[in-house]
């Protein structure tokens, strides 16, 4: 994941030292309620100007949710329920976003005709679907992506992996926000993104089936 890897963590370990005097659920609540405040904006802003205040506070709320595992580590306190919330609240931030992104969106898709609109929600439902899948197979299945591409160093399908799961980056599919000014560009990204995530959901579940026949 590109921006998690080489943007997100670096930047979490920087400010680390800065926040440690809270708690790793104080931060994780931090990080959600600016979210929340980003989709507020996103919704009150969306088709004018005033995208990189909504991109700045989702990149600040991506942010804080590295740095809560890491204070968590650093301070020996993790636990069951800071692991829940952190994970819960992933989920939550999936699916609100994309509802806002998808009510901002219907003005402009009402005219276009029910294929518009079917791609539209395909977003929705292709990254919901694709996050439930790498819950599951984490949970299930104890696999995580990283390790299968590490296990597969230079085959055809790690590499083919690592280039499809780079857009799959959350802080990679927030960039799309800095297109909300022009309505028309941002629907056409979102369609596309919708479509890739169907791609990568069909040929990550084939493969999850094939390695654990």
Request: glycine residues 6%.
């Amino acid at each position: 994941m590109p921006y998690t890897h080489y943007i997100n963590r670096p930047l979490a370990e920087l400010i680390l030292g800065i926040l440690k005097i809270f708690t790793p659920n104080q931060i994780t609540l931090a990080g959600f309620f600016i979210f929340v405040l980003a989709l507020i904006n996103i919704y009150y802003s969306f088709g004018t100007n005033s995208v990189f205040l909504s991109y700045f506070l989702l990149a600040l709320s991506y942010l804080l949710d590295s740095v809560d595992g890491k204070l968590a580590r650093m301070r020996n306190m993790q636990s069951k329920f800071g692991e829940w919330l952190d994970h819960s609240l992933d989920g939550v931030r999936l699916l609100l976003i994309n509802i806002i992104f998808i009510v901002s969106l219907l003005p402009y898709i009402a005219m276009k005709g029910d294929i518009i609109v079917m791609l539209t929600f395909l977003t929705l439902l292709s990254q919901t679907s694709h996050f439930i899948l790498s819950a599951l197979k984490h949970q299930i299945l104890s696999q995580r992506i990283g390790e299968l591409l590490d296990n597969e160093k230079g085959s055809f399908r790690s590499e083919f992996l690592r280039w499809a799961a780079a857009p799959v980056d959350f802080g990679v599919f927030i960039m799309i926000v800095l297109l909300s000014f022009d309505p028309e560009l941002f629907l056409l990204t979102y369609i596309g993104y919708g479509v890739y995530y169907t791609i990568v959901l069909v040929y990550t579940s084939y493969i999850t089936v094939r390695i654990n026949e």
